[in-house]
């Protein structure tokens, strides 16, 4: 097969995992399943998808950074972030420096700064994957929160380190001092194009907005290419692409915050980047599985050229590779918990401490996934002077085994360890519930206001108008009224009327909306309307019937 037509059968590979993962009855995280169609591709293509490095890392890479820190609940971020940081950044650099030194203790054959970028590349952890691993069961929301900040930050910091490491042998040459005055230029460089091309674009879309109106259409390609223009012009720059797309997507979230866009543009937009997430992770685990054949074969040819006799030590070195990364991960949690735990009592705060269970959770919980793939994939093919990359198959091959066991291990342990977990102790002491009353309520009034101010603005002398706009104004308002506290503007027993009035009328409703559509679909069917009008009065039932679920 082309090339073209494999990435179409992994496109569809894509959708199918979907399906095959609720047929059936048992739970199968998406990842292994996208794998194993992976392979099966590649057992019917003559050969494997060739792969360009950067360009490689170009496509995959910012969407997804961006993406994560777009939609990163800042709340719980910022609730923990003594725990976030430790894992983000202390965790990495304490895997690189240790698995690193023990990957080549391990493997001479393997140069200690190829060591050090594959201890980097698999540092980062992957939120999507513990998500589709734990699916099927309930997960404490803080510690999701706490996996979701740490992925955040990791894939920087571990992608930084591993350029650093893929430098380094490259060169043949590395400096402890140049590499932090290095690293201070990537981060801040990289950080400043990031926040400076989001609110450079937003402005500019505002401004033409104002002038000559909003195409959904154009502002949502625009919010696709965000990430790729603070990419590339972070790199062009030689700052850190990477920070540049997750402070792009961070910026994007409080521009989100202003309100501007179009409601229409919105809805469009999220179901748009809904889309790109699925497909690009999903086919990052397929173009895995397709080129796994290949990665084996060439890992196995690398294992015989340096005088092993068996293949299989590959899967060793992979199983102790895991094993390292776990230990060192709970070694880290415990510690980071701790000096939480006694920095609190040093202030006097009461905290509650983790029991072994959670470090056991939190430890399982740092699957590897499509950044350590995207980045291992990325190393060089050829060194300057024209040699091959050193040990580049083996090293693909471990970190694809990485990713492959880190998922198999946390399938079989986290439910167990997750049941009957004591939720209380690792939820967020937000109450969202609360919140989004709060919210709802303060929202309610405001909406009152604005409809009395709006009524008052279309006062009239004609009676029959008059009567009509206070009878349209009263409905409006009653809608709102369900919203707010019974004690607010109404008694106690007509709240609960109205509720569950409005529990029956939300039935009723969405009765009249299908009722609706089947007369529009069917009015397109036999040609009594265009296509176009039928899209647009299907859609706006659409948004409306949206509401009601």
């Not at 893929?166 to 590395?174: D, N, P, Q």
């Not at 949690?333 to 401490?353: D, K, P, Q, S």
Request: glycine share 6%.
């Amino acid at each position: 097969m082309h090339s073209i037509e494999v990435l179409l059968f992994m496109l569809l590979a894509v959708i199918v995992s979907s399906y095959v993962t609720r047929v059936v009855p048992f739970s199968v995280p998406v990842p292994l399943v996208q794998i194993g169609l992976g392979v099966l591709i590649a057992a019917f293509s003559q050969n494997a998808m060739a792969l360009n490095p950067e360009i490689f890392f170009l496509i995959f890479l910012p969407p997804l950074l961006f993406l994560d820190g777009w939609r990163i609940p800042k709340t719980g971020l910022f609730h923990d972030k003594a725990v976030v940081v430790g894992l983000a950044f202390g965790l990495v650099f304490f895997t690189v420096v240790g698995a690193g030194y023990l990957i080549h203790w391990v493997i001479p054959a393997m140069p200690l700064s190829v060591s050090f970028a594959l201890a980097a590349v698999v540092s980062p952890t992957d939120p999507v994957a513990v998500s589709s691993v734990v699916s099927r069961g309930p997960f404490p929301k803080r510690l999701m929160h706490i996996l979701e900040g740490e992925s955040l930050l990791n894939d920087a910091s571990g992608l930084v380190c591993f350029r650093f490491a893929v430098a380094a042998t490259m060169t043949g040459a590395f400096s402890l001092g140049d590499a932090s005055l290095t690293f201070v230029w990537l981060a801040s460089a990289g950080l400043a194009t990031g926040v400076g091309v989001t609110l450079a674009i937003a402005h500019v879309q505002r401004w033409l907005s104002r002038l000559w109106g909003e195409e959904s259409g154009a502002a949502i390609l625009t919010n696709l290419l965000m990430p790729f223009g603070a990419y590339l012009v972070a790199e062009h720059i030689h700052a850190s692409g990477i920070l540049a797309a997750v402070a792009a997507g961070v910026t994007m979230s409080y521009v989100e915050m202003s309100g501007r866009a179009l409601a229409t543009t919105r809805v469009q937009r999220a179901a748009v980047w809904d889309t790109v997430r699925f497909t690009l992770n999903g086919l990052m685990f397929v173009l895995l599985g397709e080129q796994l054949p290949q990665i084996v074969g060439r890992a196995a040819t690398a294992v015989q050229e340096v005088g092993q006799r068996s293949s299989l030590w590959l899967v060793v070195y992979a199983l102790f590779i895991v094993v390292i990364l776990a230990v060192l991960r709970y070694a880290w949690v415990w510690m980071c918990w701790h000096a939480i735990l006694l920095r609190a009592r040093f202030e006097g705060r009461e905290v509650n401490a983790p029991n072994s269970r959670v470090v056991a959770i939190m430890s399982l919980s740092g699957v590897r996934g499509a950044i350590t793939l995207a980045g291992v994939l990325s190393l060089p093919l050829l060194l300057p002077d024209g040699t091959q990359f050193p040990a580049r198959d083996r090293v693909i091959f471990l970190a694809a085994a990485v990713i492959l066991f880190s998922l198999v291990l946390a399938s079989a342990l986290l439910p167990r360890l997750l049941q009957g977990l004591n939720v209380t102790v690792s939820e967020s002491h937000d109450d969202d519930v609360e919140e989004e009353e709060e919210a709802v309520r303060q929202a309610a009034v405001a909406a009152i206001k604005a409809v009395e101010d709006a009524s008052h603005a279309l006062k009239t002398d004609d009676a029959a108008e008059a009567e009509l706009y206070t009878q349209a104004m009263l409905r409006v308002i009653e809608t709102y009224k369900t919203r707010l506290a019974p004690d607010e503007l109404f008694a106690v027993s007509e709240g609960q009327t109205l509720r569950a009035a409005d529990e029956v009328e939300a039935k009723l409703r969405l009765a009249a909306l299908q009722a609706e559509r089947r007369v529009i679909f069917g009015l397109a069917r036999i040609g009594r309307i265009s296509d176009e009008v039928s899209r647009r009065l299907v859609r706006q039932i659409d948004l409306v019937e949206a509401r009601y679920h």
